[in-house]
């Protein structure tokens, strides 16, 4: 039996067929490999992977006080960034808490197209709606209208570059900054090709009509069979996301942690005009002590893991790790984890108990792995 509140991508029958297997995320079954979550892995590294991220949400904010809109909503100015331009952002509650972290690109001059987290999908929907109150636009879940795809590695852009069907690229790839985006065509079908990623490598997101999903994984696919192009799951973009530092919403973030603390204050913008939903809890800051997001690297081969205790010396609990892996790129353990500020000012010892066992670590600057750009 199966639940019937569970959502399946549009390309489920093509994951069946290549052989992955599935995992519950935010109610969709999603693949999270293909047989061996390392090569994909490694595939992004050094290759490329295509990715099914379909469970993710789109909505559309559209009228005159588009940008004035976001502005209020949003802890970013996006009155500021120009027409095929996307920018990271965080929508906060009142208290300063982050709901959900976000891409948003901007279309025309008065359309904005938002990418939220499948989890949080009528969290933020109801948010917008509700903030549009005082503004005239319109804020339109397009979640089910659209799938998206991304494809991650060296050698993505040569693949996208050589995809059949893709036409009418309004910028050349070449040309396409980082966070930058560009309109195309797929089998006559509107097409929104964005250079932002998930992994730490070049990459380029298609965001497509539903019903033209499976044909354009398809000619990814095959245009991809040339340079070392393989499907990859979930398993394996955890691993990549971990490595280039980058959180995660329920895991780094979550409605209990400001920004600050998650190392993403500059994404907060307290020079904008007017107010914003959760600028005074911000202007505030947390309070004095809250645990600090840092990375860690441990000693050995064994890995923290998400809820593993970061303990000191004499065995106090001063943190929590939020994610943990053993890095298939450097060959060593690796952790995200909220730590007390003043241990770290004291730079004593800290220690992740895993399964009761302790394992040094050592605090690090993230991200833990950077590509090489040239």
């Known amino acids: 039996m199966t639940d019937p509140e569970t959502r399946y991508s549009p390309l489920h029958q093509i994951h069946v067929d290549g052989g992955a297997s599935f995992t519950d995320f935010a109610g969709w079954q999603m693949p999270v490999s293909y047989g061996s979550d390392l090569s994909e892995h490694h595939a992004v590294r050094t290759t490329a992977g295509i990715f099914d991220i379909s469970h993710m949400a789109e ?22 960034i120009t027409i095929a331009q996307a920018k990271y952002s965080l929508l906060l509650n009142p208290e300063g808490g982050i709901i959900d972290d976000l891409v948003v690109y901007r279309l025309t001059d008065d359309t904005f197209f938002v990418v939220a987290n499948a989890g949080n999908r009528f969290a933020v929907a109801s948010a917008l709606t509700e903030r549009a109150e005082n503004f005239d636009v319109r804020v339109s879940d397009l979640s089910d209208a659209y799938s998206l795809i991304a494809v991650q590695g060296p050698n993505s852009r040569a693949i996208a570059e050589a995809t059949a069907g893709i036409t009418e690229v309004s910028v050349p790839l070449d040309e396409l900054k980082y966070y930058w985006s560009t309109d195309a065509l797929f089998e006559d079908k509107p097409l929104l090709i964005g250079r932002t990623g998930y992994t730490g490598e070049d990459g380029f997101e298609f965001y497509v009509q539903t019903d033209a999903a499976a044909s354009l994984w ?33 895991h780094e973030l979550g409605i209990d942690s400001f920004p600050a603390q998650a190392g993403l204050g500059r994404v907060v913008n307290l020079k904008k005009e007017g107010g914003f939903v959760g600028r005074s809890a911000v202007e505030a800051g947390p309070p004095h002590g809250s645990h600090l997001l840092v990375g860690l690297t441990l000693e050995g081969k064994r890995a923290g893991r998400a809820g593993y205790s970061v303990v000191t010396d004499d065995g106090n609990q001063v943190g929590m790790v939020t994610s943990g892996a053993l890095s298939p790129t450097l060959g060593f353990p690796i952790a995200m984890a909220y730590i007390d500020p ?31 750009k040239k």
């Open 59 to 80: 909505i559309l904010v559209d009228g005159p006080q588009a940008g004035e809109f976001l502005d209020y909503a949003l802890a970013g100015r996006l009155s500021a």
């Open 218 to 250: 398809a000619a990814l696919s095959a245009a991809g069979e040339a340079y070392g192009l393989v499907p990859a799951g979930l398993a394996s973009r955890d691993t990549l996301r971990l490595e280039a530092g980058m959180p995660l919403y329920g």
């Open 342 to 372: 003043f241990v770290l000012e004291n730079g004593t010892p800290v220690f992740i108990d895993v399964r009761g066992t302790r394992i040094a670590a050592s605090v690090v600057d993230l991200p833990f792995y950077k590509r090489d």
